[in-house]
Protein backbone atom coordinates (compact mmCIF):
# COMPACT_ATOMS: atom_id res chain seq x y z
CA UNK A 1 0.00 0.00 0.00
CA UNK A 2 1.50 3.54 -1.07
CA UNK A 3 1.06 5.59 1.76
CA UNK A 4 1.81 9.41 -0.70
CA UNK A 5 -1.83 11.41 -0.67
CA UNK A 6 -2.17 14.83 -1.55
CA UNK A 7 -3.97 17.50 0.63
CA UNK A 8 -6.57 19.02 -1.78
CA UNK A 9 -5.64 23.01 -1.00
CA UNK A 10 -3.95 25.37 1.59
CA UNK A 11 -7.12 25.80 3.41
CA UNK A 12 -7.68 22.08 3.81
CA UNK A 13 -3.61 21.93 4.88
CA UNK A 14 -4.45 25.08 7.54
CA UNK A 15 -8.09 23.22 8.91
CA UNK A 16 -5.88 20.15 9.11
CA UNK A 17 -2.89 21.97 11.23
CA UNK A 18 -5.31 23.65 13.45
CA UNK A 19 -7.30 20.39 14.86
CA UNK A 20 -3.99 18.76 15.03
CA UNK A 21 -2.45 21.49 17.19
CA UNK A 22 -5.58 21.25 19.32
CA UNK A 23 -5.00 17.84 19.51
CA UNK A 24 -1.59 18.23 20.53
CA UNK A 25 -2.21 20.13 23.12
CA UNK A 26 -4.22 17.85 24.99
CA UNK A 27 -1.69 15.07 24.67
CA UNK A 28 2.14 16.21 23.95
CA UNK A 29 3.12 12.74 22.69
CA UNK A 30 0.14 12.38 20.40
CA UNK A 31 -0.28 10.35 17.50
CA UNK A 32 -2.63 10.49 14.57
CA UNK A 33 -4.10 8.00 12.66
CA UNK A 34 -4.54 9.08 9.15
CA UNK A 35 -6.70 6.88 6.34
CA UNK A 36 -8.29 7.12 3.00
CA UNK A 37 -9.77 5.00 0.31
CA UNK A 38 -11.06 7.82 -2.12
CA UNK A 39 -10.46 11.19 -2.12
CA UNK A 40 -11.58 10.99 0.94
CA UNK A 41 -8.95 11.39 4.22
CA UNK A 42 -9.93 10.57 7.71
CA UNK A 43 -7.58 11.87 10.51
CA UNK A 44 -8.37 9.94 14.21
CA UNK A 45 -6.63 11.11 17.40
CA UNK A 46 -6.93 10.03 21.01
CA UNK A 47 -7.22 12.80 23.35
CA UNK A 48 -8.35 10.22 26.50
CA UNK A 49 -7.13 6.37 26.25
CA UNK A 50 -5.65 3.92 29.16
CA UNK A 51 -2.26 4.02 29.33
CA UNK A 52 -2.23 0.13 30.11
CA UNK A 53 -4.07 -3.01 28.81
CA UNK A 54 -5.82 -2.96 32.65
CA UNK A 55 -6.72 0.46 32.95
CA UNK A 56 -10.08 1.10 32.98
CA UNK A 57 -10.32 4.55 31.23
CA UNK A 58 -12.21 5.35 28.09
CA UNK A 59 -10.75 5.87 24.69
CA UNK A 60 -12.27 8.93 23.45
CA UNK A 61 -11.70 9.43 19.58
CA UNK A 62 -11.37 12.17 17.35
CA UNK A 63 -11.93 12.57 14.42
CA UNK A 64 -11.84 14.88 11.55
CA UNK A 65 -12.27 14.46 7.65
CA UNK A 66 -10.96 16.40 4.73
CA UNK A 67 -10.85 15.99 0.70
CA UNK A 68 -7.43 15.11 -0.71
CA UNK A 69 -7.00 15.86 -4.41
CA UNK A 70 -6.67 12.73 -5.91
CA UNK A 71 -7.41 9.64 -4.56
CA UNK A 72 -5.22 7.73 -2.11
CA UNK A 73 -5.51 4.58 -0.29
CA UNK A 74 -3.39 5.05 2.95
CA UNK A 75 -3.23 3.92 6.58
CA UNK A 76 -0.61 4.78 8.52
CA UNK A 77 -0.32 6.01 12.28
CA UNK A 78 2.00 9.11 13.07
CA UNK A 79 3.08 11.41 15.44
CA UNK A 80 0.75 14.30 15.18
CA UNK A 81 4.07 16.22 15.21
CA UNK A 82 5.69 14.96 12.44
CA UNK A 83 2.90 16.12 10.42
CA UNK A 84 2.56 19.49 11.65
CA UNK A 85 6.67 20.03 10.73
CA UNK A 86 5.28 18.60 7.54
CA UNK A 87 2.69 21.24 7.01
CA UNK A 88 4.42 23.91 8.04
CA UNK A 89 7.59 23.01 5.10
CA UNK A 90 4.68 22.70 2.36
CA UNK A 91 3.34 26.23 3.45
CA UNK A 92 6.93 27.82 2.64
CA UNK A 93 6.68 26.12 -0.79
CA UNK A 94 5.42 28.32 -3.65
CA UNK A 95 1.79 27.27 -4.86
CA UNK A 96 2.23 24.76 -7.45
CA UNK A 97 0.13 21.72 -7.94
CA UNK A 98 3.30 19.63 -6.34
CA UNK A 99 2.33 21.12 -2.94
CA UNK A 100 1.00 19.59 0.44
CA UNK A 101 1.83 16.07 -0.82
CA UNK A 102 2.75 13.61 2.10
CA UNK A 103 4.45 11.14 1.48
CA UNK A 104 4.66 9.39 5.25
CA UNK A 105 5.41 5.64 6.83
CA UNK A 106 3.44 4.57 10.63
CA UNK A 107 6.12 4.88 12.60
CA UNK A 108 3.85 4.36 16.02
CA UNK A 109 2.23 1.83 18.04
CA UNK A 110 -0.19 2.89 20.35
CA UNK A 111 -2.58 1.40 22.51
CA UNK A 112 -5.95 2.56 21.09
CA UNK A 113 -5.00 2.02 17.19
CA UNK A 114 -6.77 -1.05 17.53
CA UNK A 115 -9.88 0.05 18.35
CA UNK A 116 -12.44 0.63 15.44
CA UNK A 117 -15.82 2.37 15.82
CA UNK A 118 -18.39 1.60 13.89
CA UNK A 119 -19.06 2.60 10.47
CA UNK A 120 -22.76 2.04 10.09
CA UNK A 121 -25.53 1.70 12.14
CA UNK A 122 -25.75 4.62 13.61
CA UNK A 123 -29.20 6.09 14.62
CA UNK A 124 -29.48 9.98 16.33
CA UNK A 125 -30.62 9.54 20.15
CA UNK A 126 -30.88 13.68 20.77
CA UNK A 127 -28.96 16.67 21.38
CA UNK A 128 -27.08 18.22 24.01
CA UNK A 129 -26.87 21.77 24.13
CA UNK A 130 -23.54 23.24 24.14
CA UNK A 131 -23.06 25.34 27.33
CA UNK A 132 -24.03 21.72 28.95
CA UNK A 133 -21.21 20.06 27.17
CA UNK A 134 -18.50 22.56 27.73
CA UNK A 135 -19.65 22.83 31.26
CA UNK A 136 -18.92 19.63 31.80
CA UNK A 137 -15.56 19.65 30.43
CA UNK A 138 -14.20 22.88 32.54
CA UNK A 139 -16.05 20.51 35.82
CA UNK A 140 -13.93 17.46 34.48
CA UNK A 141 -10.59 19.57 34.68
CA UNK A 142 -11.48 21.01 37.75
CA UNK A 143 -12.41 18.21 39.72
CA UNK A 144 -9.46 16.33 38.25
CA UNK A 145 -6.65 18.47 39.19
CA UNK A 146 -8.50 19.04 42.77
CA UNK A 147 -8.52 15.48 43.43
CA UNK A 148 -5.10 14.00 42.16
CA UNK A 149 -2.40 15.89 44.54
CA UNK A 150 1.12 16.19 43.40
CA UNK A 151 2.36 13.09 44.69
CA UNK A 152 -0.23 11.02 43.73
CA UNK A 153 1.94 7.98 41.32
CA UNK A 154 1.11 7.27 38.21
CA UNK A 155 -1.61 4.42 38.53
CA UNK A 156 -3.58 6.82 41.45
CA UNK A 157 -3.68 9.17 39.19
CA UNK A 158 -4.74 7.05 36.28
CA UNK A 159 -7.27 5.41 37.98
CA UNK A 160 -8.38 9.03 39.56
CA UNK A 161 -9.12 10.08 36.26
CA UNK A 162 -10.50 7.43 34.34
CA UNK A 163 -13.50 7.53 36.74
CA UNK A 164 -14.19 11.36 36.17
CA UNK A 165 -13.71 11.09 32.14
CA UNK A 166 -14.86 7.52 31.74
CA UNK A 167 -18.56 9.05 33.83
CA UNK A 168 -21.66 9.24 32.44
CA UNK A 169 -22.93 13.06 31.41
CA UNK A 170 -26.53 11.65 32.17
CA UNK A 171 -28.13 8.50 31.98
CA UNK A 172 -29.84 8.77 28.82
CA UNK A 173 -27.37 9.27 26.70
CA UNK A 174 -24.85 7.37 28.26
CA UNK A 175 -22.46 9.52 26.86
CA UNK A 176 -18.58 9.96 28.92
CA UNK A 177 -17.90 13.22 30.36
CA UNK A 178 -14.50 12.41 28.07
CA UNK A 179 -16.22 13.08 25.27
CA UNK A 180 -17.08 16.19 26.23
CA UNK A 181 -13.85 17.39 27.31
CA UNK A 182 -12.52 16.25 23.67
CA UNK A 183 -14.93 18.01 21.75
CA UNK A 184 -14.66 21.04 23.55
CA UNK A 185 -10.69 20.84 23.58
CA UNK A 186 -10.59 19.89 19.44
CA UNK A 187 -12.41 22.53 19.01
CA UNK A 188 -15.82 21.22 17.72
CA UNK A 189 -18.64 23.21 19.55
CA UNK A 190 -19.79 26.11 18.68
CA UNK A 191 -21.70 28.55 21.19
CA UNK A 192 -24.93 27.96 21.91
CA UNK A 193 -25.68 25.42 19.17
CA UNK A 194 -27.27 21.72 19.66
CA UNK A 195 -25.14 19.12 19.43
CA UNK A 196 -26.56 15.63 18.21
CA UNK A 197 -25.80 12.35 19.30
CA UNK A 198 -25.86 8.94 17.78
CA UNK A 199 -25.79 5.31 19.00
CA UNK A 200 -24.27 1.76 17.58
CA UNK A 201 -23.28 -1.19 18.77
CA UNK A 202 -22.47 -0.02 22.60
CA UNK A 203 -20.54 3.35 20.83
CA UNK A 204 -21.85 6.85 21.55
CA UNK A 205 -20.85 9.78 18.98
CA UNK A 206 -21.09 13.86 18.96
CA UNK A 207 -20.90 15.43 15.91
CA UNK A 208 -20.92 18.70 14.87
CA UNK A 209 -19.55 20.82 11.25
CA UNK A 210 -16.09 20.87 12.76
CA UNK A 211 -15.87 17.14 13.94
CA UNK A 212 -16.93 14.04 15.51
CA UNK A 213 -16.04 12.67 18.98
CA UNK A 214 -16.32 9.13 19.47
CA UNK A 215 -16.62 6.46 22.34
CA UNK A 216 -17.82 3.40 24.37
CA UNK A 217 -20.54 4.13 26.12
CA UNK A 218 -20.37 5.13 29.77
CA UNK A 219 -20.79 2.00 32.10
CA UNK A 220 -21.41 4.49 35.27
CA UNK A 221 -23.48 7.68 36.07
Known amino acids: MKNSFQLLD ?23 RLRAFGTLLTAYVAPLFPAAILDEGPTVLGLRTMELKSE ?22 PATDERFIFDMTSTER ?35 AETIPESVGGPIAARIRAEVWGRAIDVESKIPAGAAFAAAGLGFLVKDQDVPFFHSQGWV ?7 HVLSKEAKHF
Open 10 to 32: EQTALDLRSYLTRAKKMDQKGTV
Open 72 to 93: AEISILVPIQSVLDRIAFELEK
Open 110 to 144: VPWAGVSPPRTGWVQAGELREEFLTSTAKRGITEV
Open 205 to 211: RLSTEFG
